[in-house]
């Protein structure tokens, strides 16, 4: 197995969270592992929109292998890519997918369980299937973190305890399946986590709420801190603001 799989493997540390300050090209990969990353990833809004296209699977399969292939090779760390929802719909294309994507250097993926251009999740089963094929395709020296998407899928007054069973179901599905670890954007609730945690035996990844304190999820026990397109939003935003008043030198 890869030096740099093996790495990225071992900073998911329950209690002690890989933070995971998302990237969308190389000169924001080289700024990130500047700040003193320890691995850097994609987050699917910002590349794709720093591509000229929109989340969701609208950026050219080839434009995201090229795309990780540049961030690889300007970094001296481990590099995981968010792969949506592998860019096919049947195994057989995960499973093509994904051997792809590992074959350009990358150490991982998000691999989400969202039925992207349509509504809700796929059956359990059926991604299930699809996580087993993405293995079977990115064979054992990848990271597969395999996302949960109930939590964005759900009204809030509707995260409850049979949510969290039905996470946890998932939760245990995928890794049975193949995966190397649990994703669950919009669970933030630290009791919630703490119990996921506890009953999946999983290395938990989550997004931070506005203002949470990492060390509030840190001691739910979670094991990978990611913060999504907060990056490429925020940097926009901070371009914007900086470009006005230059454009606008007349007052």
């Not at 945690?197 to 999983?202: G, L, Q």
């Amino acid at each position: 197995m890869s030096s740099a799989y093996e790495t990225f493997v071992a900073l998911h540390v329950p209690g002690d969270p890989l933070i995971i300050y998302n990237c969308w090209d190389p000169g924001s990969a080289v700024a990130i592992a500047k700040a003193g990353a320890k691995a850097v990833a994609t987050g699917s809004f910002g590349a794709a929109e720093s591509l000229g296209f929109h989340d969701g699977e609208q950026a050219p399969l080839d434009a995201v292998f090229d795309n990780a292939r540049r961030i690889i090779g300007v970094v001296d760390l481990p590099v995981s890519i968010d792969f949506e929802g592998g860019y096919a719909v049947e195994p057989e294309g995960v499973a093509a997918n994904h051997a792809k994507l590992a074959a350009t250097g990358a150490v991982g993926c998000n691999f989400e369980d969202s039925v992207i251009g349509g509504e809700g999740v796929y059956p359990l089963a059926q991604q299930a299937d699809r996580v087993r094929a993405a293995r079977q395709g990115a064979g054992d020296a990848f990271y597969i973190n395999a996302r949960v998407d109930l939590y964005l899928r759900t009204p809030k007054d509707a995260h409850d305890g049979s949510l969290l069973d039905q996470a946890v179901e998932r939760a245990q599905g995928y890794m049975a399946a193949g995966a190397s670890g649990i994703f669950v954007p919009g669970l933030r609730d630290p009791a919630a986590l703490a119990e996921l945690v506890e009953r999946t035996s999983a290395r938990i990844n989550v997004i931070p709420g506005s203002g949470q304190p990492t060390r509030e999820l840190a001691d739910a026990g979670v094991a990978r801190i990611s913060y999504g397109g907060g990056p490429w939003k925020a940097a926009m935003a901070w371009l914007e603001e900086q470009a006005r008043p230059a454009i606008d030198w007349r007052g």
